[in-house]
């Protein structure tokens, strides 16, 4: 990755100085800096997630909770990173716990007709 730059801006407001840290990321082969938009830390769909892969979805959350953490630390490439594994993992979890429904479905579906024969 590149090097984080901080600079700090100070606005005036109603007689109070308020200071903000802007946080720029410079990649070695460009002088361009990238900006970031608020990192999403995916927390609702991870917890969802837990009903349908617990496993999996606990991770889901332990990445949602670093986000979070990141993101309130200012670092917001790593919150971003973190966010995404959060919702990737989120999605796996679902995806897993709706395959193993229809499977049991499936499968009990095939036990009922066999009884009945």
Request: hydrophobic share 45%; with cysteine.
């Given at each position: 990755h590149g090097l984080v730059n901080e600079s700090s801006v100070t606005t005036t407001g109603t007689g109070t100085n308020n200071s903000k840290i802007i946080l720029q990321?410079?990649?070695?082969d460009q002088s361009e800096a990238k900006t970031y938009t608020e990192p999403s830390t995916n927390i609702c769909l991870a917890i969802c997630s837990t009903f349908f892969c617990f496993v999996v979805g606990m991770f889901a959350i332990s990445h949602s909770v670093q986000a979070h953490y990141y993101k309130e630390a200012g670092?917001?490439?790593?919150a971003d990173a973190h966010g995404s594994k959060a919702a990737h993992l989120a999605v796996v979890a679902i995806i897993m716990g709706l395959i193993i429904i229809m499977w049991v479905t499936i499968l009990r579906i095939m036990l009922i007709s066999a009884d009945s024969v």
């Amino acid at each position: 990755h590149g090097l984080v730059n901080e600079s700090s801006v100070t606005t005036t407001g109603t007689g109070t100085n308020n200071s903000k840290i802007i946080l720029q990321e410079y990649d070695y082969d460009q002088s361009e800096a990238k900006t970031y938009t608020e990192p999403s830390t995916n927390i609702c769909l991870a917890i969802c997630s837990t009903f349908f892969c617990f496993v999996v979805g606990m991770f889901a959350i332990s990445h949602s909770v670093q986000a979070h953490y990141y993101k309130e630390a200012g670092l917001l490439s790593l919150a971003d990173a973190h966010g995404s594994k959060a919702a990737h993992l989120a999605v796996v979890a679902i995806i897993m716990g709706l395959i193993i429904i229809m499977w049991v479905t499936i499968l009990r579906i095939m036990l009922i007709s066999a009884d009945s024969v």
